[in-house]
């Protein structure tokens, strides 16, 4: 079974430090994984996914199979940033996303 | 383009009872799919619905079922309300055979609460 596993409930940090999500995954197949994100009173969004290789929002994230993590990444956190982050994955061909159990962000001014 | 649209936003009902939750696909989507997140949880995956059929399904007991229509939006029904399904539910449509969960886009979900 896949399994996603986000370890920090919560996240405080302050206006212009780093930030850093930990996501770590269990799956024998290929997965794809993806970080989704809640603002508060909004719908769920998808922020990144491995493929893409992108950066959204200054966020970045790189897929490291050897350990099997796929970490969250922003080097100067904005108050904007304030929001629960899922980390997730999918196995490729399937289309149903298995999710972690979210990081509350709160970025302090 | 609307996106994803979910109806009601908000519900109460009460043990016992039936509901059905309806969504309508963002514009091009062809596949819905249903999560139950309840509070201070993540989503669950209930079931995907492609081509009028349920292609997938997660674990949920037969109380929670679902239905496509030929314009691919869609209904779940949940049966027998249990105070446990208080949550929110989430409809996410997509463009298959994209097989990636990546291209889905979230509604804004429908409330539920059972008393």
């Known amino acids: 079974a896949q399994r996603v596993t986000q370890p920090e409930k919560l996240l405080s940090v302050f206006k212009g430090a780093p930030v850093e999500l930990k996501c770590n995954y269990s799956?024998?197949?290929?997965?794809?994984l993806f970080w989704y994100v809640q603002y508060s009173r909004q719908r769920l969004q998808l922020l990144l996914r491995?493929?893409s290789r992108e950066s959204i929002k200054g966020f970045t994230a790189d897929l490291n199979k050897g350990e099997t993590s796929f970490h969250l990444k922003k080097p100067f956190a904005q108050e904007e940033d304030s929001a629960m982050y899922y980390c997730?994955?999918?196995?490729?061909?399937?289309?149903?996303?298995?999710f972690g159990k979210g990081n509350q962000v709160v970025v302090i001014p | 383009d609307a996106g994803v649209t979910q109806s009601p936003t908000h519900l109460i009902k009460t043990r016992g009872q039936q509901v059905t939750l309806r969504c309508s696909p963002k514009?091009?989507?062809?596949?819905v799919s249903w999560y139950q997140q309840a509070l201070g949880q993540e989503p669950q995956f209930i079931f995907q619905?492609?081509?009028?059929?349920?292609?997938q399904r997660g674990n949920f007991p037969d109380r929670f079922s679902g239905h496509q229509f030929p314009n691919y939006s869609s209904e779940l029904n949940v049966n027998a309300l249990l105070l446990g399904d208080s949550a929110l539910y989430l409809c996410?449509?997509?463009?298959?055979?994209?097989?990636?969960?990546?291209?889905?886009?979230f509604g804004s979900g429908t409330r539920l609460t059972v008393v």
């Open positions: 996410a449509s997509s463009l298959a055979p994209l097989g990636q969960g990546g291209g889905y886009t």
């Open positions: 799956y024998s197949g290929s997965p794809e």
């Open positions: 491995h493929i």
């Open positions: 997730a994955l999918s196995d490729y061909g399937n289309n149903r996303l298995a």
């Open positions: 514009s091009g989507h062809d596949t």
């Open positions: 619905y492609y081509e009028e059929e349920e292609r």
